[in-house]
């Protein structure tokens, strides 16, 4: 497949649907789909935020999407991604990039890669 299909696949995810990895295991279900900005550069200016002490209080009870560690969240926010929220009270929230999603098709995603290779939320 091309890198184009997989950059439009995303276009197709929607919140709640089944994904499952290369080997066919399921990594959870999808909580969130962002499009992609190929032209960001970072994603400084991009986020709301209060700033100073009171911002960084902020964004560590709320958090902002990606929460992954730079230079893979200005990644992320360049291809697009969906964070899939993993199986169970206890499994982990991981994150995909749109060039790694190999098919859509019903309520199913599937991807290129194993559940190992995916970024784990911080």
Do not use: C, H
Request: net charge negative.
């Amino acid at each position: 497949m091309s890198m184009n299909f997989r950059t439009r696949a995303i276009e197709m995810v929607r919140n709640g649907m089944d994904v499952f990895d290369s080997a066919g295991d399921k990594v959870g279900t999808v909580e969130y789909v962002q499009m992609g900005d190929p032209g960001a550069a970072t994603t400084r200016g991009n986020e709301p935020g209060l700033g100073g002490f009171v911002g960084g209080i902020a964004d560590t009870i709320v958090g902002s999407e990606p929460d992954v560690p730079q230079p893979l969240k200005d990644r992320l926010v360049r291809s697009g991604y969906v964070k899939i929220d993993g199986p169970g009270l206890s499994d982990t929230d991981r994150y995909v990039s749109a060039d790694r999603i190999a098919t859509v098709a019903g309520d199913r995603v599937t991807l290129s890669v194993t559940r190992d290779k995916l970024p784990i939320e911080d």
